[in-house]
């Protein structure tokens, strides 16, 4: 596909900015909706007239609807958006900054997108885009998908969106959530992706932080080693990357632990696990669901953006646990930066 549209781009040149304009024109109406065409000329940085042949021609091909309360975009709208919004991503000019942080972090394949998470909210819903867009090329008939929690994962669970339903597959929690935001606990985001995709979901009702005695009770239960059982058998696993500290505190870390953490000078956390700069262990919560050693022979997807987040990120590749990387601009000029490349 993107062979033909450059191909198209060569006859064409104005085609390929003409695309990106309006799609520009359906993420700000997605994301402010309503939304009055005044308001949108401003997020746009365009004049009202300009936009209003493109809102006109959006609306009757049924893409947008107007109301008196401002635009909304519909069900037809968010479809052509997922659909285009990957295929028209390599025109933005970072297929040349995507190989190099391949190279720079060895991983087989990377997704990027344009801006830094870290300071728009659009730009993290645009990750959760490519990373439907990823699931909905890789997934199989009767896949088993595991999901940590976070709004990285949740975006994913919102945007998604398949050309058939997936009745046989199921969606599981990599781990407990009890005690996060309800919005972004794993349990909530796995039913919530199993209902995009028409499979089923399993839900694991256990507390994310455990002491060592209650993790050892817990795990004997009937009750949760059967689903931690099932979730292990999953092939695919979204999971986002955390600043060390930042996820240490999120999740009520002792005071002595945070001081252990910052001695051992921890840079990323994921599964429970905390890394050091170059990708050592330097310690592990217990934790109920899936563990660091079940990740082997999955595959594994990483969603994680933002410059605060670069030094996470190339903590956690050098671990070699993902193949996938969904990120975007911000962190990929950060990562490489910090390697002393040009093209920071």
């Known amino acids: 596909m993107w062979k033909l ?24 109406v997605e994301i402010h909706q309503p939304i009055g065409r005044r308001s949108l000329a401003r997020q746009l940085n365009q004049t ?63 997704y990027m997108v344009p801006g830094d998470s870290g300071q728009s909210e659009e730009v993290k819903r645009e990750m959760g885009r490519i990373a439907g867009y990823y699931l ?27 050309e058939h339903l997936y009745p046989d597959v199921m969606v599981c929690p990599a781990r407990g959530g009890l005690g996060e935001r309800v919005d972004t606990q794993a349990n909530t985001i796995a039913a919530q992706l199993a209902k ?26 009937p009750y949760v080693r059967e689903r931690v059982e099932e979730i292990q058998k999953s092939r695919l696993v979204f999971h986002g990357i955390g600043d060390a500290i930042t996820m240490a505190k999120r999740r009520g870390a002792s005071p002595e632990i945070l001081e252990l953490l910052k001695e051992r000078k921890a840079v990323s956390e994921a599964f429970g696990v905390y890394f050091d ?10 934790t109920i669901g899936l563990r660091w050693e079940d990740l ?18 190339r903590s956690l590749a050098k671990t070699r646990i993902f193949q996938v990387l969904i990120t975007d601009e911000g962190a990929a000029r950060a990562i490489l930066h910090a390697s002393g490349s040009p093209a920071s």
């Open 5 to 28: 549209l450059e191909s198209i781009s060569k006859i064409h040149p104005e085609f390929i900015d003409l695309v990106r304009r309006r799609l520009e024109i359906l993420q700000s």
């Open 48 to 110: 009202e007239r300009i936009l209003r042949s493109e809102v006109e021609l959006l609306e009757r091909q049924k893409l947008i609807q107007i109301h008196p309360a401002g635009m909304y975009l519909t069900r037809e709208g968010k479809k052509v958006l997922n659909q285009i919004y990957p295929v028209i991503l390599p025109f933005y000019g970072l297929n040349d900054l995507e190989e190099m942080l391949k190279k720079e972090l060895h991983i087989e394949e990377v």
């Open 136 to 162: 909905k090329n890789n997934i199989l008939a009767t896949d088993r998908i595991a999901i940590t929690g976070g709004t990285s994962m949740a975006a994913l669970a919102e945007m998604v969106e398949v």
């Open 196 to 221: 995009r995709l028409g499979g089923s979901y399993l839900l694991l009702q256990v507390p994310d932080q455990l002491s060592k005695e209650a993790y050892q009770s817990l795990s004997e239960e």
């Open 277 to 286: 700069a170059e990708g050592e262990m330097v310690y592990q919560m217990p």
């Open 296 to 313: 082997k022979g999955k595959r594994c997807i990483a969603i994680a953006g933002g410059t605060h987040k670069a030094e996470a990120i």
